[in-house]
């Protein structure tokens, strides 16, 4: 039994110490105590009731060596609609947006769980079920937020994690810079020329900026900065472009907050590792805080 405790133990050592390599700071288990919570961004999808596969951005990240939001995340998860106690026997649909029977979002929609949880059990995927409630609207909003529904959290993949480092040595990107998400996840999706994409605006440096976009792509409207046919054939470059969490530069614009992209804008930008542009018309904007703690609206 002594043996077999130490050997669980050893396991999570080395299971901490794989996660900590992958960011710059230590990510001890219980550590960044907080209500954290998540703004919901769901993908396309032919039903309107049961779970709802989204992307997950955490709401609000912060700059700060001390704070315990200071990572940017966007996470694939289910939300699994609960029944209400002793008011419904049966889980009701969560009253929000499906795409693509909903063409846009329009409002914020997110989950809250009540009690604080540790990010870094999160980070360290030893955390991946959350229970909370689901609103329409949040702090940020210029309405009260809107209880909805109560629903799990179960959390897939932590497709984007990175540390907000606030030391003032960080330069700023010169260009502006987003993340891509595709809201069509399905193996269909792979072949559709016409893309809907969730973009997050890439925080970097303080003070930054925390802006979710809903834009489309016409991929047969892209092309290379060079010839590659290797890289530039139609295949490709949907490749390229539905792969989550893929940056895009867009180097007409500096990286500022007043120069975020907001609906009915058609801009060229550019996926920075390869050579593919695209045309991206951007269709509404979803949420946006001014860093460095992120409790200002844009």
């Known amino acids: 039994m002594i043996l077999q405790n130490i050997f669980v133990l050893v396991i999570i050592a080395i299971s901490t110490l794989r996660a900590d390599a992958q960011y710059p700071v230590p990510i001890p288990p219980g550590g960044r105590m907080a209500v954290h919570g998540w703004l919901i961004l769901p993908w396309n999808t032919n039903a309107t009731e ?18 315990p939001h200071n990572f940017q995340i966007v996470l694939n998860g289910l939300l699994t609609p609960l029944s209400c106690f002793n008011t419904e026997p049966i ?11 909903d063409p846009l979002i329009q409002y914020e929609y997110t989950i809250t769980p009540p009690p604080e949880f540790s990010l870094n059990d999160l980070l360290l995927q030893t955390l991946t079920e959350l229970k909370g409630s689901i609103y329409n609207g949040s702090f940020d909003t210029p309405y ?55 973009f997050a605006h890439e925080i970097h440096s303080v003070p930054d ?90």
């Open 209 to 298: 900026f925390d802006h979710i976009i809903h834009v489309s792509i016409d991929t047969t409207q892209c092309h290379c900065e060079k010839s590659s046919p290797l890289l530039c054939n139609s295949k490709k470059i949907l490749q390229q472009i539905r792969t989550p969490g893929v940056e895009w530069s867009f180097p007409t614009l500096t990286n500022d907050f007043q120069n975020r992209l907001l609906p009915p804008t058609v801009i060229k930008g550019r996926i920075t590792s390869g050579p593919v542009l695209c045309p991206i018309t951007i269709l509404e904007s979803i949420h946006c805080m001014i860093g460095p703690d992120f409790n200002h609206k844009c």
């Open 91 to 101: 889980a009701q649909p969560i009253p929000m947006p499906y795409p693509p029977r």
């Open 144 to 198: 009260e937020r809107i209880p909805i529904a109560l629903g799990t959290l179960t959390v897939r993949e932590l497709t984007t994690a990175v540390y907000l480092n606030e030391s003032t040595s960080v330069p700023s990107y010169p260009d502006l810079r987003y993340l891509s998400y595709p809201r069509d996840m399905s193996s269909s999706g792979d072949t559709k020329p016409f893309q809907h994409m969730y």
């Open 50 to 67: 049961g779970p709802i596969q989204a992307w997950f951005s955490h709401h609000v990240p912060e700059f700060g060596a001390d704070s």
